[in-house]
C-alpha cells in the first residue's frame, strides 16, 4: 500500500504554500503538488513580485531623470540598463522562491513537482514533465490552482509584441509606444512601469472608469494624475481587433454604446482585462466538486461539495488577491484539523501600486448608497499634511466613512504616497470594530503621513485641525 498524506494541496502559489506550511506546523503530513518549476504561483513567479520590484526600479529611474531635482538633487548622465534592472527583478525572485522552499523544508512539507489531477477519492495523480504519473493517497485535498490571464476574444497573445501580464515582465526593450487594453490594477500598474521607462501609453477601457470596484471619488482623481504623468485614456471603448503590421501593430476599437470605429497603432499591447479561475482539467467533475458558469469552484467555508475536498484562493470566487489566498490558505489548514477557523472577508485590502498609491478596504460611498446604509464622511488631503509636503509628494487623500448611528468605520479609501502601508492600519481598526473616534483619537507621530488617516477620521465628526 502506498503512503497516505494527511493533506495534499494542489497548487504551491500564496494559497497553496501557506496551506502547506501551517499545516505542517498543526502536525499534518503534508504534500504541496506545483506544475511550475518553482513555488510561489503566479503572484511569486509573474505577478505581483516581480510587478513591485521593475515598479520600484521604474520610479527610481523617473525621479532621478526629473523630479528629484525640485528637491535639490540634480543629476546628469543617467542612462537605462534594461537588462540590469530584469536581472535584479530575477534575482529578487529567486531569493523567495528559494525561500518557500526552505519553510518547506522546516515545517516537513514535501514539495512535488508535476501536475495534479483528482482521480478519485482521496486519490491524486501527478503527471511529471517527461509524462511519468504517479498516484498519491491522501486524507484531503485541497485545490489551490489559482487563476490565468482571461483572453481577449479574437486576439492572439504571442508575448512578443501582443503580451499579457508575464510577456509585460520581461520585454527585452523599451517600446516606443504600448497601448493597454484594460484600466484595472495590472493595466495601470504596468501600464506605470513602462511609461516610466520612456513608452508613450494609451489605455482603452470598455467601461468609462478606469479602477472598476475601486471608489469612485478615488478613481476619478487618480485618472487625473495618470493624465498629468502622460497617459492617454480611451474609456468606453471595445476593443474589435489588432492587425499585424511589420513594424506595429493597429489597434481597432468601437463605442462600447456603438458608434464609429477609431483605431490606435502602437509598437507594443499589452492585454490586460482580468484573471480567470484554473480549473480545468483538475478532474473535478468527477468527483462531484462543482463549478460555476465562470469556472469558479464553489465552496463553503472552503469545503466543495465533495467530501475531504477543499478549495482557496483565486479559483474560488472573491477577490483575487494573494493575500485573500493567503488567508483562506491558513483557515483552511486549521479547519482540517478542526480548529475554529474564520476570514472577515469585509476586511480585505486592496492597493494599486501606481504613484500616488491607491488603497482601500471596506465598502466604498457607491456600496453604501446602494445597500441604504447611512455614512459620515471625513477626508483630508495630502496637501495639508506636513510630511507630504516636506516631501513634495502631496497628490491624493484620505477618505473614511462611518456608519452615521454607530460610528463604527465600514470603509477607509486612500490616494497618496505610501499609503499601501498605511491600509494596514485602517484594516487592523475594521478588524476589531474600530469607530472613527478611535482612529482620531489616537496619537500619531509627527511629522507623519499616517497623520493624514487621523485628520480624515477627525473630520468624520468635523474637527479635523492640521495643516
Request: net charge negative; glycine share 12%.
Amino acid at each position: 500500500m502506498a503512503e497516505t498524506y494527511d493533506l495534499i494541496i494542489i497548487g504551491g502559489g500564496p494559497g497553496g504554500y501557506n496551506c502547506a506550511i501551517r499545516a505542517g506546523q498543526l502536525g499534518l503530513k503534508v504534500a504541496c503538488v506545483e506544475k511550475g518549476t518553482t513555488l510561489g504561483g503566479t503572484c511569486l513567479n509573474v505577478g505581483c513580485i516581480p510587478s513591485k520590484a521593475l515598479l520600484h526600479a521604474s520610479e527610481i529611474y523617473e525621479g532621478v531623470s526629473g523630479p528629484y531635482a525640485d528637491l535639490g538633487i540634480k543629476a546628469s548622465g543617467v542612462s537605462l540598463d534594461l537588462e540590469k534592472m530584469m536581472a535584479s527583478k530575477a534575482e529578487t525572485v529567486d531569493g523567495l522562491t528559494k525561500g518557500i522552499a526552505f519553510l518547506f523544508k522546516k515545517n516537513k512539507v514535501e514539495h512535488i513537482t508535476g501536475t495534479g489531477r483528482i482521480v478519485g477519492a482521496g486519490q491524486v495523480e501527478v503527471t511529471d514533465a517527461k509524462g511519468k504519473t504517479t498516484t498519491l493517497a491522501t486524507k484531503n485535498i485541497v485545490i489551490a490552482t489559482g487563476s490565468e490571464v482571461t483572453p481577449l476574444p479574437g486576439v492572439e497573445i504571442d508575448e512578443e509584441r501582443i503580451v499579457s501580464s508575464t510577456g509585460a515582465l520581461s520585454l527585452p526593450k523599451v517600446p516606443k509606444s504600448m497601448v493597454v487594453i484594460g484600466a484595472g490594477v495590472i493595466g495601470l500598474e504596468l501600464g506605470s512601469v513602462w511609461r516610466r521607462l520612456g513608452a508613450q501609453v494609451s489605455v482603452v477601457e470598455f467601461l468609462p472608469r478606469i479602477l472598476p470596484g475601486a471608489d469612485a471619488e478615488i478613481a476619478k482623481q487618480a485618472q487625473r494624475q495618470f493624465k498629468r504623468q502622460g497617459f492617454d485614456f480611451h474609456l468606453g471603448m471595445k476593443v474589435t481587433g489588432i492587425e499585424k503590421l511589420k513594424t506595429k501593430l493597429k489597434l481597432t476599437m468601437e463605442p462600447a454604446k456603438g458608434g464609429e470605429t477609431q483605431t490606435l497603432e502602437a509598437e507594443t499591447v499589452l492585454v490586460c482585462i482580468g484573471r480567470r479561475p484554473y480549473t480545468q482539467g483538475l478532474g473535478l467533475e468527477e468527483v462531484g466538486v462543482k463549478t460555476d458558469k465562470r469556472g469558479f469552484i464553489e465552496t463553503d467555508h472552503w469545503k466543495t461539495g465533495a467530501p475531504g475536498i477543499w478549495a482557496i484562493g483565486d479559483c474560488t470566487t472573491g477577490p483575487m488577491l494573494a493575500h485573500k489566498a493567503e488567508e483562506e490558505g491558513v483557515a483552511c489548514a486549521e479547519a482540517i484539523v478542526g480548529k475554529a477557523a474564520h476570514v472577515n472577508y469585509n476586511v480585505i485590502p486592496g492597493v494599486v501600486y501606481t504613484s500616488p498609491e491607491i488603497a482601500w478596504v471596506g465598502r466604498t460611498e457607491e456600496e453604501l448608497k446602494e445597500a441604504g446604509i447611512a455614512f459620515k464622511k471625513g477626508a483630508f488631503p495630502f496637501t495639508a499634511n506636513s510630511r507630504a509636503r516636506a516631501n513634495h509628494e502631496t497628490a491624493g487623500f484620505v477618505k473614511v466613512l462611518a456608519d452615521a448611528a454607530t460610528d463604527e468605520i465600514l470603509g477607509v479609501h486612500m490616494m497618496g504616497p505610501n499609503v499601501s502601508e498605511m491600509i494596514g492600519e485602517a484594516a487592523l481598526a475594521m478588524e476589531f470594530r474600530a469607530a472613527s473616534e478611535d482612529i482620531a483619537r489616537t496619537c500619531h507621530a509627527h511629522p507623519t503621513l499616517s497623520e493624514a488617516l487621523r485628520q480624515a477620521a477627525m473630520g468624520v465628526e468635523g474637527w479635523t485641525m492640521q495643516m
